[in-house]
């Protein structure tokens, strides 16, 4: 497709339920990004990956979040055990790189009840 | 305490007004982005700044880039009520990858 594609666009969980999000990045973009957003804030960062490889993961909250992107294109966030503060809009984002901004999914809300 | 620091919050006014909104932090960027979102979608690019300095317009909006690269603003002259929405600046700091974001101001423009 012409734009980053995320999906489902909307999850509602039980606590304790694991969930698996999915980003279809745009074709030909080495980096990826995935962002939390809470509601009327800016998108925090929490992983990067160039390519099939995960360069930096300083952004997850804790050891129940992983992602993966095995082939250096569609990645998927995994979010085991959910909690009620994970409850967010997850957004995933490609890029050439370098300063040629980012180019953002519609997102994935996530609530967990 | 966030990287980028974006004023105001929030801002409501009338179709026919001009705003601005400012975005100011203590580090160096190689570059600064401007983000629009609307309720429900994912930020979309407006603009990249590059040179300290620079002025780039956009129909009616017109950005700004600082001197020393560590602040920029956001002009929209004569809105219109499809300029509401979430403004978001975004920058990496100078050899790093990942955009770290301003907290937004949402704008409000009523008819």
């Known amino acids: 497709g012409a734009g980053v594609s995320q999906s489902p666009r909307y999850k509602v969980a039980k606590r304790g339920q694991d969930v698996a999000l999915r980003c279809d990045p745009i074709s030909g973009h080495v980096s990826l990004f995935w962002y939390q957003q809470a509601l009327g804030q800016g998108p925090e960062f929490l992983t990067y990956f160039q390519n099939e490889a995960q360069l930096d993961k300083s952004g997850l909250p804790s050891d129940r979040f992983f992602a993966e992107r095995p082939e250096g294109s569609v990645s998927t966030l995994k979010i085991q055990r959910t909690q009620q503060e994970d409850s967010a809009v997850y957004l995933c984002?490609?890029?050439?790189?370098?300063?040629?901004?980012?180019?953002f999914g519609q997102g994935t809300r996530l609530t967990v009840v | 305490t966030q990287l980028l620091e974006q004023s105001p919050q929030f801002l409501s006014i009338q179709e026919g007004e001009n705003l601005t909104v400012y975005c100011n932090s203590s580090s160096v960027f190689s570059s600064l982005q401007w983000y629009r979102q609307e309720p429900g979608e994912g930020p979309v690019l407006l603009v990249t700044v590059v040179t300290g300095g620079e002025v780039k317009k956009l129909k009616r909006l017109t950005f700004q880039f600082g001197d020393a690269r560590k602040d920029s603003s956001l002009h929209i002259t004569a809105a219109q009520p499809g300029d509401t929405g979430l403004y978001l600046c975004?920058?990496?700091?100078?050899?790093?990858?990942?955009?770290?974001f301003g907290a937004g101001t949402t704008v409000t423009v009523r008819a």
């Open positions: 975004a920058a990496p700091l100078v050899g790093d990858y990942k955009l770290s």
């Open positions: 984002a490609s890029s050439l790189g370098g300063d040629r901004g980012a180019f």
